[in-house]
């Protein structure tokens, strides 16, 4: 079993897992590293419900490098690339911005230049992340999880919503804690929105079901893994 079969469906525990749509406390775990099928690496996130089990309730994403991703020393986040726009946008939620883009600048210079065609070496990831976990494992963040659509493997048959590997667009982190760039955000006035109606926010199984052998459960945060 390969590294993203092992980690597609979550454990729910005791209804404090996570889910697609909007988590309104989790605890990120850290940052990670993680070699791909093609000798790349991949910057791995990993979340678990504030309250919950770690243990067997984490969940984790990943991201890979892409090209053209701009300068990172520039104040208006508008101005970074699309890897760096949407790691910034977290950090912001946990930390500040004198902090990530001086551990980004000092360990990513890659990601400070205009070359359009060079991605972060592997050692140069690893340093970044044993740079920046100091500041911000443990913190907690209201974060948004995009879904996919797939057949349960533990209901052959039912169709169920699970929390996708893939990070989301911008936005999907707000800050809960002082001593973030961000200021910590109400419930009330959050700005997240998951519309499960959306491309974008629900990915739909390329399966098509036979209408007599499924049965659908499209609430995000339903349990059956």
Request: aromatic share 10%; glycine share 6%; charged share 25%.
């Amino acid at each position: 079993m390969n590294f993203l079969e092992t980690i597609t469906d979550p454990t729910p525990v005791s209804g404090n897992w996570i889910k697609a749509g909007i988590n309104e406390n989790l605890t990120f775990v850290g940052f990670s590293t993680k070699i791909d099928k093609n000798g790349k690496t991949m910057l791995l996130r990993s979340f678990y419900p504030t309250g919950g089990d770690e243990a067997t309730s984490s969940r984790t994403q990943y991201e890979s490098f892409n090209a053209g991703v701009r300068t990172v020393n520039k104040e208006n986040i508008s101005n970074y690339g699309g890897f760096v726009r949407s790691l910034i946008h977290f950090l912001d939620a946990v930390v500040t911005r004198k902090e990530s883009v001086a551990i980004i600048n000092s360990t990513l210079p890659v990601l400070t230049s205009y070359t359009d065609d060079l991605v972060p070496s592997s050692e140069e990831i690893e340093a970044f992340v044993k740079a920046i976990n100091p500041l911000v494992a443990g913190k907690q963040v209201r974060y948004k999880f995009v879904g996919e659509e797939k057949e349960s493997t533990k209901n052959p048959g039912t169709m169920i919503t699970v929390p996708s590997l893939k990070v989301a667009y911008i936005p999907y982190a707000e800050a809960l804690q002082a001593g973030a760039e961000k200021a910590a955000v109400p419930t009330a006035e959050t700005k997240l929105k998951f519309n499960p109606a959306s491309k974008w926010d629900l990915k739909k199984s390329e399966v098509v079901p036979d209408a007599e052998k499924f049965v659908f459960d499209v609430t995000s945060d339903a349990p059956g893994f």
